[in-house]
């Protein structure tokens, strides 16, 4: 994948490789992924289950090694990293949004957000996000007080204030109702436009290629599309 003549990707990825076992029971996960993202676009993220898609999120998040290849993120050459130093790439570069919210029960919503404030040296303004997230009438409310989608806009709230130039997102809508995930495509998009922050996120949803600026498909660990989208269309306007 090219970019823009000229410039320097944000997030570049050449030849990498996992696997899993040993010997006869060795599986290959990813087989020399090769691929680039500037900054700010939102690329989704294809395949079938065991495709190895949420392996492909680890190894960008510095969750676990890979075999070969490498990953910079910006000026991080994350793949040479010390288990030390990918602490303080993961505090510093990166948000994690999940399917499942891991919100923590007896905190309120405000609360849930800002716990992770504290590990930034630049955050964003707290106040200002919650509100941005639509969430400032229930600021002082517990988990369990609110909606699913209200839920996973706090753990959105909670990836985000850290200020990360990176976020992953696996199946940030995959337990929600469709109108409850058109309300999370729009926010995620309303984040990537207010705050540039370059988004990958998994999905089996197809329809979501249209809101994102780079499509990413991956069959039995190689890379079987690439592709930049020519014509992004709105959140809102989708439909599946």
């Known amino acids: 994948m090219e970019t823009t003549s000229g410039s320097t990707p944000f997030l570049d990825i050449q030849g990498l490789t996992k696997s899993y076992g040993s010997g006869e029971a060795r599986t290959e996960v990813l087989r020399g992924i090769t691929t680039s993202m500037n900054q700010g676009e939102v690329c989704v993220l294809f395949g079938p289950s065991g495709s190895g898609k949420s392996t492909f999120l680890n ?3 510095g969750l676990e090694p890979a075999d070969g290849g490498t990953i910079r993120v910006g000026d991080t050459q994350v793949s040479s990293l ?4 990918l602490v303080e790439y993961r505090r510093r570069e990166l948000g994690f949004i999940f399917q499942f919210y891991n919100l923590v029960p007896d905190l309120t919503i ?5 716990v992770t404030q504290f590990l930034s040296k630049d955050p964003l303004p707290l106040d200002d996000l919650i509100r941005t997230l639509g969430l400032w009438e229930h600021r002082n409310k517990f988990p369990n007080q609110v909606s699913g989608g209200q839920q996973q806009r706090c753990a959105i709230g909670r990836a985000l204030v850290k200020n990360p130039r990176l976020l992953l997102c696996d199946e940030p809508t ?12 729009e926010l995620l998009e309303r984040v990537n436009r ?5 988004m990958i996120i998994v999905t089996h949803n197809d329809a979501i290629r249209h809101m994102s600026h780079h499509i990413l498909r991956l069959r039995d660990g190689a890379l079987a599309e690439d592709t930049l989208n020519p014509s992004l269309v709105p959140a809102r306007d989708i439909t599946w």
């Not at 010390?82 to 130093?85: S, V």
């Not at 405000?110 to 800002?114: D, H, K, L, T």
């Not at 469709?178 to 495509?185: A, F, G, Q």
């Open 110 to 114: 405000r609360e849930n957000i800002e």
């Open 59 to 61: 190894l960008l998040g």
């Open 174 to 185: 995959g337990a929600l109702d469709y109108h409850t995930s058109k309300e999370i495509l």
């Open 194 to 198: 207010e705050y540039a922050c370059t």
């Open 82 to 85: 010390r288990d030390r130093d």
